[in-house]
Each structure stands twice: as structure tokens, then as C-alpha cells.
Nanobody, 121 residues
Framework: EVQLQASGGGLVQAGGSLRLSCTAS????????IRWYRQAPGKERKGVSC????????YYAHSVLGRFAISSDSAKNTVYLQLTSLKPEDTGRYYC??????????????WGQGTQVTVSS
């Protein structure tokens, strides 16, 4: 059974930083992508970043490019999303998900429970 555990959210002031973690288990293949999504209150869930650990491919939404950095640690089965220069509009619940690629507009196969990020102005 594939399981994803997201953590690292919190309350931070604008301009601050957080590091989110997504620890995965239950994979039977090394060929997968980990996507991060953000859902702001009253808005649709949107993909913000993605990584394919087997080849290092990464994706960033335009709104976070240059401020967020995604990385993976295969030994720990963990993907990190470093959030820097945070803005109030980055507020939302962040979910990690596993899929076969980084086409974040498409469906994901499994989802974690999410972690809340709140950025105060």
C-alpha cells in the first residue's frame, strides 16, 4: 500500500521560510514523480512543484519559480520542498502526491493528508 506523509507546515511571517517534507512508502517501482499541490481557502488545488527522483527532473509553477526548491533523498524516501521569500498568497494546505509524471494538471495516483502553511503579512 502506497502511503505519503506530509509535514513541515506552520505559521510564518512574510519573507520567511519553511521546509516541507513528504515521506513515501509502499512503492514497487523507482519510476515515479512526487508532486506538491497547494489549496488556498475557497480555491482549487493547484500544482506548485514536482520532481522525478530517478532522473532529477523538476517542475515549478510560475508563481513559485525562484522562491521554492524541490529535492529528494532516496535513502530516506523523502522529497523536500523548501519555501523561501514566502508571501501571504502562498497560504494554503500543501499536499504531496505520487504520479507517473510531472504533468501536474493531470490526475495523481495517491495523496498525502497535507500540511498547512500560513503566511502572515
Amino acid at each position: 500500500e502506497v502511503q505519503l506523509q506530509a509535514s513541515g507546515g506552520g505559521l510564518v511571517q512574510a519573507g520567511g521560510s519553511l521546509r516541507l517534507s513528504c515521506t513515501a512508502s509502499g512503492f514497487t517501482s523507482d519510476d515515479y514523480a512526487i508532486r506538491w499541490y497547494r489549496q488556498a481557502p475557497g480555491k482549487e488545488r493547484k500544482g506548485v512543484s514536482c520532481i522525478i527522483p530517478s532522473n532529477g527532473f523538476t517542475y515549478y509553477a510560475h508563481s513559485v519559480l525562484g522562491r521554492f526548491a524541490i529535492s529528494s533523498d532516496s535513502a530516506k524516501n523523502t522529497v523536500y520542498l523548501q519555501l523561501t521569500s514566502l508571501k501571504p498568497e502562498d497560504t494554503g494546505r500543501y499536499y504531496c502526491a505520487v504520479a507517473s509524471d510531472c504533468a501536474v494538471e493531470g490526475p495523481s495516483d495517491y495523496w498525502g493528508q497535507g500540511t498547512q502553511v500560513t503566511v502572515s503579512s
